[in-house]
């Protein structure tokens, strides 16, 4: 337990808003961007933007939890970070549960956060910003484990992250199907197994992650 | 310390090259080997196979303890200050004191520059000096060597054979001839 705080001390000042590695942000604007850009490209009619607007936040979401992938995994593997750990006897499925939670929070809440100008920018009205806001809590956790999973398959390959776009979002189709879906449906169940989906790619993640890098170092 | 390190009969594939076989090697405390060798001959291969970190093609391993190396990569965090990215291995290490390992090594000044500015030989006497940060009876150094200056070459050997005095055991994979009275193990025989 000591070691995992470590673990994720580092990870966090490394990748978290202000952190060594300083692209914390780019998730986040980027998803604004996309909040900016749509009206401009679909016309600014409110009821086309309400009823839309919801589903394009929710791929906006998907494409900037992309974009800190290059650098999450490959960068501690060519450095050799991950032998000295395990000359440590710390495993990798130890340093990759950590790297995925620093992973969600370097991008999730800022996401969250920003749902709320992006709503504004889309004229989404109260009830669908909630259930937005609702449906990225429960989702967005699923596609940073399908985040740290393809970065670490991909660690070992340059240029790997033009590829990681490719290897995420079929993956995360269905996080979107129920994400978004739970826009449109009166009941929680879209919600609910969107965070299903994302319990069950956390739990697996560490595991996945772990393998692809033990399977990448001999 | 009772550090040993053997190995029976080891072979190494690489691909479909066999780099090396029937390799036997038995160090026990205050032994030194210097692998030497041509290049591609599978120095850092044996290395990484006596660390544990790659699996033989064929043989056994036996290690009495924890195993400290220093291979070609660093390791420390480049966008971060030596200080803090040496401190999170000294945290990792059972929360122990950098100070001195740094004052050791001479890199002590050096605590608030980010790891990326350092020269390569900085950088290198801040991996030796995680290597102090805990006794570990089993040294591997896969070119520890390269990138020092002669000060920093000689204070390196100096760390070996106290290292050695002290009961441990260290294997050593160098280019340079390097003054220690260490067996020399060439791995082109093994070919």
């Not at chain 1, 740290?148 to 979107?176: E, M, Q």
């Not at chain 2, 390992?101 to 030796?128: A, E, N």
Request: hydrophobic share 50%; with cysteine; proline share 5%.
């Amino acid at each position: 337990m000591k070691t995992f705080a470590i673990l994720l001390r580092r990870d966090l000042a490394i990748l978290l808003p202000g952190g060594a590695r300083g692209s914390a942000f780019l998730p986040l604007i980027f998803f604004l961007l996309v909040a900016v850009l749509y009206p401009f490209a679909v016309g600014p009619e409110p009821s086309l933007l309400a009823r839309t607007g919801g589903g394009v936040l929710w791929v906006a979401a998907l494409l900037a939890s992309i974009l800190p992938l290059d650098r999450l995994v490959a960068s501690d593997r060519e450095a050799g970070v991950f032998d000295q750990l395990a000359l440590r006897g710390i495993s990798e499925e130890i340093a990759m549960t950590a790297r995925l939670v620093a992973h969600w929070l370097s991008f999730g809440p800022l996401i969250l956060i920003a749902t709320l100008p992006a709503a504004a920018l889309l004229s989404l009205n109260g009830q669908t910003f909630w259930r937005l806001l609702a449906s990225l809590l429960a989702g967005t956790p699923g596609l940073a484990a399908i985040g740290l999973i393809t970065s670490a398959l991909l660690a070992s390959l340059r240029g790997g992250t033009a590829l990681a776009g490719l290897l995420l979002a079929p993956i995360a189709v269905p996080l979107v199907i129920f994400g978004a879906g739970h826009l449109a449906r009166d009941d929680i169940s879209g919600a609910l197994f969107a965070g299903a989906f994302s319990l069950v790619l956390c739990a697996i993640a560490p595991f996945a992650a772990a393998a692809a890098i033990r399977a990448a170092r001999d | 310390m009772q550090a040993r390190l053997s190995a029976t009969d080891l072979a190494c594939r690489k691909g479909d090259r066999l780099l090396f076989r029937q390799l036997d090697l038995d160090l026990g405390p205050g032994d030194m080997l210097h692998v030497r060798g041509p290049n591609g001959v599978g120095k850092t291969s044996l290395m990484r196979i006596l660390a544990g970190l790659a699996r033989p093609f064929a043989g056994t391993i036996e290690r009495s303890d924890e195993v400290g190396m220093i291979d070609g990569r660093h390791a420390l965090d480049p966008d971060r200050k030596l200080g803090d990215a040496l401190r999170f291995w000294a945290r990792l290490d059972g929360g122990v004191d950098i100070s001195e390992p740094m004052r050791r090594l001479g890199i002590d000044t050096l605590t608030d520059i980010p790891v990326g500015y350092l020269s390569t030989g900085q950088k290198q006497r801040g991996v030796i000096a995680r290597l102090l940060l805990r006794p570990r009876p089993i040294w591997l150094l896969d070119e520890a060597f390269a990138g020092l200056d002669t000060a920093s070459q000689d204070l390196l050997a100096d760390l070996v054979s106290e290292h050695c005095k002290a009961g441990g055991l260290c294997a050593f994979v160098s280019h340079q001839p390097v003054d220690l009275p260490a067996r020399v193990l060439d791995l082109a025989e093994y070919a």
